[in-house]
């Protein structure tokens, strides 16, 4: 593909993020005009309804949205590149699995130690639910370090990974049958998935955490394009294979454990966004497909929220379901083309 | 002439079991080996000890004057590249970026080619004959014009040594005799040492000087071909009957 073209496609995504945010402002249960939305952004706005929507609301869960699709995407690009596979996805890595096992101890003990639903603590709770799942996707991220340092084959180790996901699976599902009604409920919530949990307090850490792990990830370029001819080759060309497995899975693991921590497991972006980058711009160049799986990324979650907001909805709609909605058709058409060929 | 590569006493296999023990061997610049050995018989093993992927049981490998176990991966890539019957398998990567991965122990922290790279790139396709296939994607060639490509790999990496593993497996007739051709033009032109491995025996007998015997219970032999088949050694490993090796010997020597 031409540069001319590479970069006519990067713009267009570009303009299509811009076009998708600055509609997240604007579209919702209040309608509010354009040029109030510029009053507003300008500080110029007095009625402090219209503030409140759109800095306490709108803005914060559009920036979230923004961030987590572009890591999630990349993240799944590490996955999918590392593992050569390409239904790989950063759930292989049983992160998001071990966020729920965290969310899960919480969210049901409490209710079994202190008899009463989590809810009922208010701020900590939400503070609480992050700590959680935070934890449980690094202790799990800590697990598939320590045998990727052991392991050069990449296939026992999509198999450990899938292995300690199902093992924290059924823990999680264990906490559930001895639970209370309202914490399960409180649970599958969480388990849905939601960009409006950040909000305005968080918003600047979950930020900061995720652009210093999507800058990172730009020096991986190099060795994510000659893992491409397979481990054996990789390393006769001088690349260091338990190290360099230990890195990609880190930022990975990195990113979808901040993403999950806020946001719950978002399923379907990190599967789906390296796909419509590869297919788009014809390439397996790392150099060019990180930067354009994060920009997708970052499309499809303004848009899923967009929908997830539409009238009728209320914002309420879970954005797995309309991740999922979106992404699945996405892999079903990636399967049947690569088939073709 | 100085030494490429040179074994001592070297044992390799995997763990504590023994594959094959007590290799002597040295190569110079230009010499071309080929390994034969029934299935099992350490080839691999070999392979993947020379190329660091294991270390060797005992003994040691002089690649280049130096211990080969004291290169950084950096250094030993610039020294000795491979070609595996193992094939890249992504939907979009081309012919280029195949052969430019060949580059990757030159360029910067980015990966970014200079003209330099380029031109070795190119040059080496040219110098296989494939420097038609550039754009194309490398997934929708045959296996000839694949293990054309991954040659071309190992010549834009710039080492003094090349090591094929079965580089004649799935290719037709006259592609296996223009492989042969092209690794004896690459070892004369280029002065590479190349080491690979077949089980081609009559087309190693008819074209290649120099074998490695390898086979289980066996000790390793090297030798002239045209010698070993002479002194019954081929017979001996490959267990050829008695009537059918004066056949060979009436017919290759």
Redesign the interface.
């Known amino acids: 593909m031409k540069n001319s073209k590479v970069l006519i496609g990067i713009l267009g995504i570009i303009v299509l993020g811009i076009l998708l945010f600055l509609l997240n402002l604007f579209v919702g249960s209040v309608t509010i005009p354009f040029g109030d939305i510029v009053k507003v952004l300008l500080k110029e706005n007095t009625d402090n309804t219209l503030n409140v929507i759109i800095f306490d609301y709108r803005l914060p869960q559009a920036l979230t949205a923004l961030l987590a699709g572009a890591a999630l995407a990349v993240a799944g690009l590490l996955m999918q590149t590392l593992f050569r596979n390409p239904l790989a996805d950063p759930s292989m890595l049983g992160i998001s699995s071990g966020a729920s096992l965290g969310v899960g101890l919480v969210i049901l003990l409490t209710g079994a130690i202190s008899g009463a639903a989590i809810s009922s603590f208010g701020w900590w709770s939400t503070v609480g639910v992050s700590l959680a799942a935070f934890i449980g996707a690094v202790a799990v991220l800590f697990i598939m370090l320590a045998f990727s340092a052991r392991m050069k084959n990449m296939t026992t180790l999509i198999i450990i990974g899938l292995m300690i996901a199902y093992l924290a699976g059924s823990i999680t599902d264990i906490l559930k049958f001895f639970s209370l009604k309202e914490d399960i409920h409180a649970f599958v919530i969480w388990g849905m998935g939601s960009f409006s949990g950040v909000g305005t307090s968080k918003l600047l850490i979950f930020s900061i955490s995720i652009i210093i792990g999507l800058f990172a990830t730009f020096f991986l370029s190099k060795n994510l394009n000659i893992l491409l001819l397979g481990e054996m080759y990789a390393e006769n060309l001088g690349l260091n294979i338990k190290r360099n497995s230990v890195i990609i899975i880190l930022l990975s693991g990195y990113l979808t454990a901040i993403v999950t921590a806020y946001c719950g497991p978002i399923a379907f972006v990190g599967l789906a966004m390296p796909h419509i980058a590869r297919f788009l711009f014809k390439s397996s160049d790392h150099r060019l497909l990180i930067p354009a799986t994060m920009l997708i990324g970052m499309d499809l979650t303004l848009f899923c929220i967009l929908i997830a907001r539409m009238p009728g909805f209320d914002g309420n709609l879970p954005i797995n379901a309309v991740t999922a909605f979106i992404g699945a058709p996405v892999v079903i058409s990636v399967i049947m083309k690569s088939r073709k060929q | 002439m100085s030494d490429i590569l040179k074994t001592i006493s070297l044992t390799i296999g995997y763990g504590d079991k023994t594959v094959v023990s007590d290799i002597n061997v040295t190569l110079g610049k230009g010499d071309i080996i080929a390994l034969i050995g029934p299935n099992g018989a350490g080839k691999s093993t070999l392979f993947k000890t020379f ?1 660091s ?1 294991i270390k060797p049981i005992g003994g040691k490998i002089e690649l280049c004057g130096k211990d080969i176990s004291l290169y ?3 250094e ?3 020294l ?3 070609v ?1 019957t ?9 012919v280029f ?2 052969v430019a ?2 580059r ?2 030159y ?1 910067d ?4 080619l200079t003209e330099n790279d380029e031109n070795e790139i190119k040059a080496s396709l040219e110098l296989v004959g494939i420097k038609n296939l550039i754009d194309r994607v490398f ?2 060639l045959s296996d000839g014009e694949k293990q054309k490509v991954m040659i071309a ?1 190992a010549i834009a ?1 710039n080492t003094p040594v090349i090591m094929l593993d079965e580089p004649t497996a799935f290719l037709d007739y006259p592609s296996k005799i223009e492989l042969f051709s092209l690794l004896k033009r690459l070892a004369k032109e280029q002065e590479k040492t190349i080491i690979f491995s077949s089980h081609d025996l009559e087309l190693l007998l008819r074209y290649t000087d120099n074998l490695w015997i390898l086979a289980k219970d066996k000790p390793f032999v090297s030798g002239k071909s045209q010698q070993l088949l002479k002194d019954g050694v081929i017979k001996d490993y490959f267990g050829i009957k008695d009537s059918d090796n004066e056949f060979l010997l009436k017919e290759n020597v």
């Open positions: 190329s992927h950084s991966n950096k030993r890539a610039k000795l590249g491979i595996l193992e094939r890249p398998d992504d939907m979009f990567l081309k970026d195949v991965a060949g990757y122990p360029t922290m980015f990966g970014n997934n929708t790999k990496q």
